[in-house]
C-alpha cells in the first residue's frame, strides 16, 4: 500500500510538470501569435503609411503644376523656393510683372492638411533652363507611435513659353520714334500722309502741305505725345485734326511738352486753335509729356536671339522635318555660326525671301513634341505660316502678296477653329541682322474671329485683322536702313515692327500695327489705322517678359 501511494504520487508529480509544460507551450503559442499578429499589423501599418505617405507628396508635385499653370511661372517666388535657393525678399516679394497681384510673404513652405496626413512643398527656378526643381514631402501619422511615416519626391517641371504674352510695354501701342536729334524734324509727316495712329515722338513733330493725323473713328481714340515741339512748316495746310471730319478730326489727348510754332529753332508757344491747325477734345491738351519707355537693343541683344530662337542658326529646322522634301537649308539661316559679321556688321548669309516662287516648310519642336517653332510657305495658297521665334542671319524680303497665319502645338492649322488660341492667328517674332524691305506686295494678318485671311477684294483689310490673336513681328538689325517699305500703291502690310536704325516707309504705302523705330521718314501718302489696344505680343517680343507659360508634365527623380 505504501508503495501504491508513492507511485501515485509520483504520478500526480509528473502530471503537474507536463501541465505546466504544455500550458507554458500554449502561452508561448499564444505570445507569438499575439506577437507575430501585431508585427504583421505594424507592417501592414509602415507599408499602408508609406503608400498614403508617397500619394501625399505626389499630390504636393501636382500642386505645385496647378501653381505654376494659374501664375506667372518664370517668377522665381512663386514655388517659396528654401535653403540657399531662398529670395532675399522673400518676405515681400515685388510684383512680377509690374502691376500684377502680390504673391504676399514666400518664406515658407506650402503646406496642405488632408484627412490622411500633410504635405509640404517647394521650389526653385533655374531661369537659364525654364525649370522648375520640386521638393514634396507627404507625412502620415504613426498608428503605433514613434516618428511619423514621411516620403519625399523631388521632380522637375519645364515650362514652355506660351506663343502668346501679356503685353506689358505701353510703346507698343504706338508709332514710337525715338531720334532726339535738336534741331531737327524728327518726324516730318508730308504731302498727304495721313496718320490716323498714336504717335509718340521723343523730338519734334512736323507738318507740310496736307499731312495730319486725325481721328476718323471716335471709337478708335488718338493718343499723341510730344517730347519736343509742334512745327508747321512752310505751306503746311493741316496738322492735329482735320476740319473736314466730324468734330473736326479731333484727337483725343495731345501732351506736347515743347508747345507749337513755325520754326524749328524760333520760339513756341501753347498749342492753341485756329492760329494752330491743333484740334483735341475736350481736357485732353497738356504741355507736360512724361517720357515712355521703350526697348532698346544693341549688338549683344541680337547676338542672343541669334543663339536662342526657336528656328536659328545651328538648330534651324528639323531633320528630315514633316515635309523633307520642301525643308529649308541650313544655309538659309547663317551661312557661318557668327552673328552680325556680314557688311557693316549686319548678316553674313544672302538674301532670304519669305515668298519665293517655291513652297519650302521649316519646324521645330520641344523634346516633349511640341511645335515651338514654324515658318512655312504654301506658294499655291500664298500662306506664310509661323509660329515662336525665328532668327535669320541676312535681310529678308518678300516678293509676293502673302498672308499669314499660325499652326498650333501640333503644327496644324484646325479648320473653323474661332478660339484663336494656342497663336492659330499666326504669332511670330522675326529677328533678322540686316534690313527687312519689300516693295509693292502684300503682307496680310489673319481674322481669327472667322478664321479666315484678313483680307477684302485682295487687299489687306484692318477692319478684320485681330492683331491681339495675329501678329507678325518684325525685328530688323540693319545697321543704316533697318526697314525699308512700299514704293509704290500696292504696299500694305499688317505687323508689328522694331527698327534699330531708320524705318523708310515709301510713297502710298500702308502700314498697320505699332512701329518702334530710332528714326522714321515718311513718304507722301502714306497712311495707317489706330490700333487697338495691344494686350497681347508674341513670344520673344522686345522688351516684354515671358510672365505666360505652360508648365510640362514633372519629370519625377528621386523618391
Known sequence: ?????????????????IALAVTFVFSMTVVTVIEAATSNSRSADRSKGR??????????????ASILSKSNSYDPHVLHP????????????????????????????????????????????NSASSDWTITSTGSVRNAFGGANTTRTL????????????DNYVTAWNYVFVKDTTPGICNI???????????????GNLCFKNSSYIAETNTSDPINLLVRGKIVWLSGAQKGVGDTSLANNGQITTAKIAGGCGNSLNG??????????????KSGGYSTTANAINAPLLTNTDFTTYYNTAFIRPGDPCDNPGPNSGTRLADSKFDNNTTALDGTNGNGSAASFDLTPNASYTCEAKDNSGKVIGELSWDNTNKLLK???????????????DATYQGVNGSGVHPSGDLTGSDAIGGQAVLDNSGTFSSNNPRLCGWDTLHDQAAVTAGNCDFSKWTPNTSMLMVVAHGSTTSISLGGGS???????????NLTDLGQQCRVEGPVISSTMTIGQGVSMKPLPGITDLPVGAPGNPNTSGVPEAPGYGGG
Request: with cysteine; aromatic share 14%; proline share 4%.
Open 154 to 165: 523631388s521632380a522637375t517641371i519645364h515650362v514652355r513659353a506660351a506663343p502668346s504674352q
Open 82 to 125: 528654401q535653403g540657399t535657393y531662398a529670395q532675399a525678399d522673400c518676405a515681400s516679394p515685388p510684383a512680377n510683372p509690374v502691376g500684377a497681384a502680390s504673391l504676399g510673404n514666400t518664406c515658407s513652405v506650402y503646406s496642405w492638411t488632408y484627412d490622411g496626413g500633410t504635405t509640404t512643398m517647394w521650389g526653385w527656378f
Open 188 to 202: 516730318q509727316l508730308d504731302q498727304s500722309t495721313n496718320f490716323s495712329v498714336s504717335l509718340y515722338v521723343e
Open 51 to 64: 503608400v498614403s505617405a508617397y500619394s501625399l507628396a505626389e499630390a504636393g508635385i501636382n500642386n505645385a
Open 490 to 500: 500696292g504696299c500694305y502690310v499688317q505687323g508689328a515692327f522694331y527698327s534699330m
Open 267 to 280: 520760339t513756341a508757344h501753347t498749342c492753341s486753335p485756329p492760329s494752330d491747325y491743333f484740334y483735341v
Open 386 to 400: 509661323i509660329r515662336g521665334t525665328i532668327y535669320i542671319d541676312a535681310n529678308v524680303t518678300f516678293s509676293q
Open 1 to 17: 500500500m505504501t508503495r501504491l501511494r508513492r507511485t501515485l504520487g509520483q504520478e500526480h508529480g509528473f502530471a503537474l510538470v
